[in-house]
């Protein structure tokens, strides 16, 4: 060999390793596209038929979260507010002075498969058996009061999220998220303080004055996030969302899978509760547009978004 051809040789030696690199690498990024490690992921196909689903809006409150004058005003109507955005925004500056950032459920990632369980608190759950299958899921995410104890084999044993406003909180495990759900700015000054002095102030029902729950386990859902539930999803029908609704489509955000349990009404058509008797026979669903909400959870079991079990 001539030095120069050597040269040449070693030039397109490297042209080719560098090819086969790059190639490789794009390669492995292809095998990389799977939006999460479930056999289907949320995130895929159906979430373009579905256009409602709105990832840039925040579940959950952060220090830093801006939530704009226009969702506030949207807000403040629900459990009739008579304070100000500042008043809101000190509030919120409070809040974040006593509680850690949430635990950042992020978007989905190609190597995990994050599959959650929202119970409801039907009637439709009694003697279901859905126990196992319930505890089976990463996130179990239960709503306001809702038993466990005695109800195990058709409610399950795992809690990981607790849903609740002031009105409807109980006492937690340490390994429990509280999810609080603010209707109005008492809300805030309540989580805060049931940590904290305590809580005296007053409101349509008894509200415990201090709880037992997990500091670092506080998850405040965003009132931009409730505002979006209500326009988007449900098209501004009723005055507000239920709990349950818009914890159904919390789910929708942070996991790659969702399975329904105990919404809806039982097989006779009754709305009641699996773990009390309802007194007035024809429970309707208050300010919540209960009937819409429950036909748009029908129709994302039909597009294979959610996985419904309906009970007996
Ligand atoms: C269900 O799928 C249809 C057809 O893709 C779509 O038009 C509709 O918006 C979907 N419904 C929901 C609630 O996502
Ligand atoms: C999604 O939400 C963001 C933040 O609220 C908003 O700016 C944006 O317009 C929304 N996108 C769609 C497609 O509605
Ligand atoms: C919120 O608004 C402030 C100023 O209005 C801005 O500096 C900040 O970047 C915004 N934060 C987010 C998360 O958008
Ligand atoms: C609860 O968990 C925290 C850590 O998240 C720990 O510091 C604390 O000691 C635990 N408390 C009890 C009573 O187990
Ligand atoms: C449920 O519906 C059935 C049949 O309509 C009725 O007999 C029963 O009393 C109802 N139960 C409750 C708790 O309302």
Redesign the pocket.
């Known amino acids: 060999f001539t030095f120069p051809s050597l040269l040449v040789l070693l030039l397109a030696l490297t042209t080719v390793i560098v090819f086969l690199k790059s190639d490789l690498t794009n390669w492995l990024r292809l095998q990389d596209q799977n939006p999460c490690a479930c056999e289907k992921c949320l995130s895929e196909d159906n979430l373009l038929a579905l256009?409602r689903l709105?990832h840039?809006?925040e579940p959950f409150l952060t220090a830093n979260t801006n939530v704009s004058a226009d969702a506030f005003r949207w807000w403040k109507r629900l459990q009739h507010e008579q304070r100000d955005f500042n008043y809101y925004k000190s509030t919120v500056h409070k809040l974040f002075k006593l509680f850690p950032p949430v635990v950042d459920y992020g978007e989905p990632s190609s190597d995990s498969c994050r599959t959650c369980a929202v119970v409801g608190n039907s009637a439709n759950l009694k003697g279901s058996h859905y126990g196992s299958l319930i505890d089976y899921q990463d996130v179990v995410m239960r709503m306001n009061t809702a038993p466990i104890k005695n109800y195990e084999s058709d409610v399950g044993t795992k809690t990981t999220h607790r849903v609740m406003y002031p009105e409807s909180a109980m006492d937690l495990d340490n390994s429990t998220h509280l999810v609080l759900f603010p209707f109005k700015i008492n809300d805030l000054k309540w989580v805060i303080q049931a940590f904290t002095t305590g809580f005296y102030g007053r409101s349509y029902a008894p509200i415990k004055s201090k709880i037992k729950a997990n500091k670092n386990l506080v998850m405040v859902v965003n009132p931009?996030f409730m505002r979006?539930v209500h326009e988007?999803w449900l098209k501004k029908k009723g005055d507000y969302p239920s709990t349950g609704f818009m914890a159904l489509i919390l789910a929708l955000h942070i996991c790659d899978e969702v399975s329904v349990f105990g919404y809806g009404a039982d097989n006779d058509g009754n709305w009641s509760h699996y773990f009390e008797t309802l007194k007035r026979k024809n429970f309707k669903t208050g300010p919540h547009p209960g009937k819409h909400e429950y036909a748009l959870i029908h129709e994302l079991a039909q597009n294979k978004t959610i996985r419904l079990y309906k009970g007996w």
Do not use: E, G, P, R
Request: proline share 0%; net charge neutral.
């Open positions: 256009h709105n840039s809006v931009a979006y988007i």
